[in-house]
């Protein structure tokens, strides 16, 4: 297995970007965003202490916050459903969240794999809730090493040139 788990199972995805000038594919993205942070449990956020409204939600997507921001499509699915959103933020770190029917089937391996594709970096970072193990055993087998720990976060690395 390579450092990015080349031997894991590959669901056949694409990413949308959530910054869309297609002004239906971008209200609706709005929705199933919002319906992604109402699913994340206390222990899988460093980022939201409690729930924005979606007029808060809104205006921060409205603010690009991130340098990307997809929606992942399973390909393999009728109607190429939307299971997840994956982002890569100005600072080089990676989040993602998957609906929670669909989680542990693929898709965030996928989708981060993806996103490193289409925006190469000499370094990626993944800043993870020290209770959200799911999370860090997903980027730990994509090849990320622990870096430290920071207050209400654990900090994981990634260097894609660099030898095994």
Known sequence: ???LGEDTLMKKIALSSVYSHDPNSYHM????????????KPNESISHKKMP???EHTSFI???PYEAWYVIHDM???GYPVVG?????LDDSIGISIYDRHKRQGYASAAIKE???????NTYWANINPENHKSKDLFTKLGFKFYKSEKHQDVYVYLPNQEE
Do not use: W
């Open 1 to 3: 297995m390579d450092a």
């Open 53 to 55: 409204t979606l007029v």
């Open 29 to 40: 993205y709005i929705g199933m965003l919002y319906a992604l942070l109402e699913q994340r």
């Open 85 to 89: 959103a994956v982002y890569l933020n």
């Open 62 to 64: 409205a603010n690009r």
């Open 76 to 78: 393999g699915e009728v």
């Open 115 to 121: 996103l490193m594709n289409e925006h190469p970096r």
